[in-house]
């Protein structure tokens, strides 16, 4: 094996018991071509010394990590998807496959999508489209790159196998994704309990997350203390989707990780222009999780996680956990604009100011996001600037440029790294047609440059 000696696996979700999890068995695929390996991510886990074969072998074939998970779990939850209640969903094309520590002393988790059936199917095949795999990849790269807490797609490896879908050109080619992520705790899976009333199981369920997923010691309130944290880490998520212009599609409850970890991508956009109506889905016709209304959908989320919550402790005392939300989410969206801006936060009445005239700049203006983002990274002006960027151009005058804000070679590029829907579309159509993967492998080496440039 060439499994580092850094690797340290981990069992712990073997301690809530076998009420949470069936164990499963992982689909037998005629054959495996791998087309992407996340050294970067792996070498947090000591997993990136694994040759190809061995990576293959593991995140193709699941033949378990010494030390980690002996068998495949599908985890049991519940969820409101649309905010109708669904009690029949859970793991129907993944599982949870290993769990370890990563180097700052993390537990994580290595889950998978299109890794078969599983008791929770329904009537799907378990499967995931090739198309549909590198999309993830890419959303989650560009996530990262842009300071968004995002799952980290691990491997991505194809399996030979024609799909039948709805939404592709089909038969179209299927693969296995395996992701890294700081959990796959969600608040549905509280909900499932709470339906079931399973009180003991919300306490147990409680305690686990505090202890392994979050590093806390649970105190005398611990279902307050869960609460809270959710809380706070929904406006640091939400706040760091608006700063990146970033549009999830489907905030449904079983989408939501109780880590605050953006993650579950399905029809995912990056706004072409500042809309607040601009949604991701087709299906969402009501733009119930359009880009302006994400933060509702979380602060809806978490009252239904209260709800589930408060059958193993006094709904009074979780109630006021709720209330800081709204200005969390201002503080945290006022902190990741400075960051993308790449501007020394002041007060925070003038940075407030600053922010409203640069939505007014991007709405009035029709400009594509990311690219004003850019153009105005660090306080630069362009020349061209849209007559409607003019109040902020006058506040921005009154910043200082964080120090090296502007010193990666990415700012004097010209032009940004974008992933607009008609940016997936040019990198899936070479692999399409010619299993040309050049494009793809050159947009995430650019994604990664852009992340080197932001950090």
């Known amino acids: 094996m060439s499994i580092s000696s850094r690797f340290q696996p981990r069992q712990a979700i073997l301690e809530l018991g076998d009420d949470f999890y069936d164990v499963v068995a992982p689909a037998q695929f005629p054959q495996h071509l791998l087309r992407f390996r996340n050294d970067r991510a792996a070498s947090t886990v000591g997993l990136d010394t694994l040759t190809n074969a061995e990576w293959i072998d593991h995140f193709g074939r699941f033949t378990p ?20 209640y669904n009690p029949d969903l859970g793991d129907g094309r993944g599982f949870l496959f290993a769990q370890m520590q990563d180097d700052v002393g993390r537990l994580l988790d290595l889950g998978t999508k299109g890794s078969g059936q599983t008791p929770w199917s329904r009537f799907g095949d378990g499967r995931l489209t090739l198309k549909g795999g590198m999309r993830e990849i890419l959303a989650t790269e560009m996530l990262e790159a842009l300071g968004v807490t995002t799952s980290r797609s691990f491997s991505l490896i194809e399996t030979g196998e024609a799909l039948e879908r709805g939404d592709e050109p089909s038969p179209t080619r299927s693969s296995v994704l395996v992701r890294l992520s700081h959990g796959h705790i969600r608040y549905g899976t509280f909900q499932r309990l709470a339906t079931l009333g399973q009180t003991d199981n919300i306490r147990k369920l409680t305690r686990y997350v505090l202890t392994h997923l979050l590093g806390q010691q649970p105190g005398a309130e611990p279902e307050v203390q869960l609460l809270a944290h959710a809380v706070e880490g929904a406006a640091r998520l939400v706040s760091e989707w608006h700063a990146a212009g970033f549009v999830h599609g489907v905030l449904n409850t079983d989408n939501i990780s109780l880590t605050s970890e953006s993650f579950d991508y399905g029809p995912w956009r990056f706004l072409p222009r500042f809309d607040p109506a601009f949604t991701a889905a087709y299906f969402d016709t009501l733009g119930l999780y359009a880009f302006g209304r994400q933060a509702e959908a979380l602060q809806w989320n978490l009252g239904q996680l209260a709800g589930a919550l408060a059958q193993a402790t006094p709904v ?56 004003a983002w850019y153009q105005f990274r660090g306080g630069r002006v362009p020349d061209n600037a849209h007559p409607a960027f003019g109040p902020f151009v006058e506040k921005i005058a009154g910043f200082v440029a964080m120090p090296d804000a502007l010193n990666h070679s990415y700012w004097q590029r010209g032009a940004p790294v974008t992933m607009l829907i008609e940016d997936v579309e040019a990198i899936w159509s070479p692999i399409a047609e010619s299993d040309d993967w050049q494009p793809f492998e050159a947009k995430v080496a650019a994604i990664r440059d852009m992340g080197d440039a932001h950090r």
């Open 65 to 84: 990590l010494p030390g980690s998970l002996e068998q495949p779990l599908a985890l049991r939850y519940h969820g409101h998807q649309f905010r109708s």
């Open 316 to 371: 009074e005392a979780l109630i006021p956990a709720l209330e800081p939300l709204p200005q969390r989410i201002s503080e945290y969206y006022r902190r990741q604009v400075m960051w993308r801006l790449g501007l020394v936060r002041g007060e925070e009445s003038s940075e407030a100011a600053l922010i409203r005239a640069f939505e007014v700049g991007l709405r009035e203006s029709g400009i594509q996001p990311d690219l």
